[in-house]
């Protein structure tokens, strides 16, 4: 049985994974109306793990005999200044998610719910790796900067990331 302090603190998290996988999901369409096929489906994917990410917190609560809930959600960005900007902001909300899973660690433990806290050690792990994954992007699209050759082999490479990463995680 979780606590209503747990059970408000998980419903937050699975705002926040849904509000992620909408924020990549416009990512995905701007990419898309782009030009950028291969950024595109690389954001598809991301925003289809963050759904994963919500769904997997919904069966927990409801499970643990809470009631996880549906929220609105804030409206994503839409167009971004340049694809160096979209995968900054990709980047910042990583670290921001991540922040959002410690404060939740945090509270299980104060809570002495271990339950939870076990299970949110995948979560933890989940976002070392998609920090890394953003890191990586980032330090990439910063070496390209505008230049249209090195964009066009990176919209190239970015789906062999995207191969490589749901083969790690057993997806595949
Ligand atoms: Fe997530
Ligand atoms: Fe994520």
């Known amino acids: 049985?979780?606590?209503?302090?747990?059970?408000?603190?998980?419903?937050?998290?699975?705002?926040?994974?849904?509000?992620?996988?909408q924020i990549y999901l416009a990512m995905a369409?701007?990419?898309?109306?782009?030009?950028l096929e291969g950024v595109a489906n690389f954001m598809y994917s991301q925003s289809?793990?963050?759904r994963d990410h919500?769904?997997?917190?919904?069966?927990?609560?409801n499970e643990r005999g809470g009631h996880a809930h549906v929220s609105e959600l804030k409206a994503p960005n839409v167009t971004f200044k340049s694809f160096q900007e979209m995968f900054e902001k990709l980047y910042e909300h990583e670290v921001y998610v991540s922040e959002s899973i410690?404060?939740?660690v945090h509270i299980s433990l104060q809570e002495k719910d271990y339950a939870t806290h076990?299970?949110?050690q995948w979560y933890v792990a989940e976002q070392i790796e998609e920090e890394a994954m953003a890191r990586t992007i980032l330090d990439k699209?910063?070496?390209?900067?505008n230049d249209k050759g090195g964009l066009y082999l990176f919209d190239r490479d970015i789906e062999q990331l995207t191969i490589n990463s749901a083969a790690s995680t057993g997806t595949v």
């Open 54 to 61: 919500m769904l997997k917190l919904i069966k927990f609560v």
């Open 48 to 50: 289809q793990e963050e």
């Open 118 to 120: 076990n299970f949110l």
């Open 29 to 35: 369409c701007w990419a898309e109306v782009k030009g």
């Open 141 to 145: 699209i910063n070496l390209i900067g």
């Open 1 to 21: 049985m979780v606590s209503k302090n747990i059970e408000n603190a998980l419903n937050e998290q699975i705002r926040v994974e849904a509000e992620s996988s």
């Open 102 to 104: 410690n404060e939740l």
